[in-house]
């Protein structure tokens, strides 16, 4: 069980701390990883704070599963939690505005890297794009409930032609969230940082050609 210590909405983050960034993530945020892999992206994040009080990590995989299929879940795990962060597995993004460990808290930035709900043999084109769709929709949903008052939704996803049907920033209007900005995506930028190819898979997926859309 934890103890949590809130100060500007983090978790244990202590105001006199140096500030220290990562492309668009600082640590005076309050950050809240969704569908980590094996944990590399937050991890990146960790190791550039220095303190990682500030960070929330989640995945849906259990640890179980990453102990056996990812060879370097475990380590960069133990960065984290080495570093203040906490950690949390079997966390459906779907279902964590109700999370008894997180539904209280808010966040400034919450972060999806590239969500992926699998693919099935035989199944059509529209139909993975309507479950990535409701993926991301409610993804959003319960997003927006655990921000802050300045608080912001980062989604990761490839720029290709099939991902842009997702429409994103139509799927956050029906939520309630606008379109802020969408940036470039560069894995490059996050020293260790290896994409997973989603829930119960043990590949590697290449992050490149990718972009953020913000929302909020």
């Given amino acids: 069980w934890w103890v949590f210590g809130f100060v500007r909405g983090c978790w244990g983050f202590e105001e006199k701390e140096a500030e220290r960034w990562l492309k668009h993530y600082s640590s005076r945020q309050s950050i809240l990883l969704v569908g980590e892999g094996d944990f590399s992206f937050s991890a990146s994040l960790a190791m550039a704070f220095g303190s990682a009080s500030n960070i929330v990590a989640t995945s849906l995989n259990t640890e179980s599963f990453l102990r056996k299929n990812y060879r370097n879940a475990m380590s960069n795990i133990q960065k984290l ?21 997180l539904r209280d808290h808010k966040f400034d930035r919450i972060i999806f890297n590239f969500p992926l709900s699998g693919f099935f043999h035989n199944e059509s084109a529209e139909s993975v794009l309507r479950r990535h769709r409701e993926l991301v929709r409610l993804f959003m949903a319960n997003a927006k409930k655990m921000l802050g008052s300045r608080g912001e939704i980062h989604i990761t996803h490839k720029s290709s032609r099939s991902y842009k049907e997702w429409q994103l920033e139509e799927l956050g209007s029906s939520e309630g969230l606008r379109l802020i900005e969408e940036v470039p995506f560069n894995p490059a930028d996050y020293p260790g940082y290896e994409n997973k190819y989603g829930f119960g898979a043990t590949r590697t997926s290449p992050a490149t050609r990718a972009i953020v859309t913000n929302l909020g």
């Fill in 81 to 101: 939690t080495s570093r203040g962060a906490k950690v949390l597995h079997g966390v459906d993004a779907t279902e964590m505005a109700t999370h008894p460990l």
